[in-house]
């Protein structure tokens, strides 16, 4: 007999749950700078990305609030219908000006972003050569464009040079790479990836969620490399980590931009962000470059968290990000050291497969700017109490 579609489902939940695998959702009910209380229980939140602090910075919810009375709670379409306000034209010139590209354009999310990019520029007859460990929603356009894929060894460009090297020249190239590798905290060779991409040549495109807004000024990984969102090289940014705010954008040369309006699915068929979000969106542009001193904190925060980390013998991933990881190994010692800091007050992200390799479980740890150097060392001290609860 033929399984049916909602049997496969269930067998399918079963057998995650039995693996340790299964994941819930909490709800947050209350949010006071780096406390959260969930489920009843105040927590120091460990796992935001919220890097900055800016979600609730008192600017952003004043530009939210005066829009929402101006222009109501939606935009009512998308935007080549009635749906493009004027502060979705401000918002975009403002991020092209800030990181340096000739336009900008807004998307809903970064996994729209990423589907549109790729999907409208590559096709069948080219390739895509991806790192392995990029973000689901590039892994997903590549399948949608239905382009081939290569997946080169993580950030190893010796490796991605040998596959460029035996790809036809007939074909479209295109390298994509996330900046900041959201489950491993490192950051991608970008000045390398840009060199092969003069050299074969081929697209380079970007995914900045974790980088924009926190290193090179702001601007992101590329910032930092020394590289513009110009010319071969396309850049995505997420509004909803670093900003604190929501939605993505993506900045390149005219014809990118005029390319994804005309012909990229994700950006034509959805309804446009509410106007109140983008300019609470062009609200944190102007914090974020008045007020250097959360991108230097949280920066600092994170090297603090290494070093006694380090110190204290936890098995630390190697990042000099605000994602600071800690391999565990297994799922269910991984669950279980969430447990114990759960109850330290303590809220963590226990990331399991699918979404890491097997036998990679790890807890994956986020400093933010709302924290300070007090909850770093007790941080510190409630994870050596968890891993040797597990000993």
């Not at 299964?22 to 009910?29: E, I, K, M, Y």
């Not at 800016?54 to 379409?77: K, Y």
């Not at 944190?284 to 920066?299: D, F, G």
Request: with cysteine; glycine share 8%; aromatic share 6%.
């Amino acid at each position: 007999m033929v399984e049916s579609m909602r049997t496969r489902l269930q067998s399918r939940l079963i057998k995650r749950q039995q693996q340790s695998l299964l994941r819930q959702r909490r709800c947050v009910t209350t949010v006071d700078g780096p406390w959260v209380v969930v489920e009843g229980q105040r927590l120091l939140n460990c796992c935001s990305n919220d890097y900055l602090g800016l979600t609730q910075h008192p600017d952003l919810i004043a530009a939210s609030v005066q829009t929402v009375r101006e222009s109501g709670v939606g935009s009512g379409g998308s935007h080549l219908l009635t749906g493009h306000f004027v502060q979705h034209q401000q918002v975009e010139e403002r991020l092209a000006a800030f990181v340096g590209a000739e336009r900008a354009l807004l998307f809903s999310s970064g996994y729209m972003a990423n589907l549109a990019v790729i999907s409208t520029l590559a096709s069948r007859h080219d390739v895509v050569l991806a790192d392995r460990l990029n973000h689901a929603s590039l892994l997903d356009a590549v399948r949608l464009a239905g382009a081939r894929s290569q997946r080169y060894r993580h950030v190893d460009v010796i490796n991605l040079e040998a596959m460029l090297e035996i790809t036809t020249s007939r074909s479209g190239r295109m390298i994509a790479t996330d900046a900041v590798f959201s489950m491993d905290g490192d950051v991608a060779p970008l000045h390398e990836l840009q060199q092969l991409a003069d050299r074969y040549p081929a697209l380079l495109y970007v995914d900045e969620a974790h980088g924009f807004g926190v290193l090179g000024q702001g601007r992101g990984a590329l910032a930092a490399a020394g590289i513009l969102p110009a010319g071969s090289v396309i850049m995505m940014g997420t509004l909803g980590k670093a900003c604190g705010v929501g939605g993505a954008f993506v900045a390149a040369d005219r014809d990118i931009i005029d390319g994804l309006i005309q012909f990229g699915r994700s950006y034509i068929y959805t309804t446009a962000l509410p106007p109140a979000q983008a300019a609470t969106v062009s609200a944190a542009l102007i914090v974020l470059q008045k007020e250097s001193w959360r991108r230097q904190k949280v920066l600092e925060l994170a090297q603090e968290f290494r070093h006694r980390a380090v110190t204290a013998g936890l098995p630390l991933m190697p990042s000099a990000t605000p994602i600071q990881p800690l391999l565990v190994g297994d799922s269910a010692s991984v669950l279980a050291i969430w447990q114990r800091l759960w109850e330290r007050g303590f809220l963590v992200a226990a990331i399991r497969p699918p979404t890491v390799a097997a036998g990679s479980a790890r807890l994956r740890i986020t400093l933010t700017a709302a924290m300070d150097l007090p909850q770093v060392q007790q941080l510190v001290s409630a994870l050596v109490d968890g891993f040797g609860f597990m000993a």
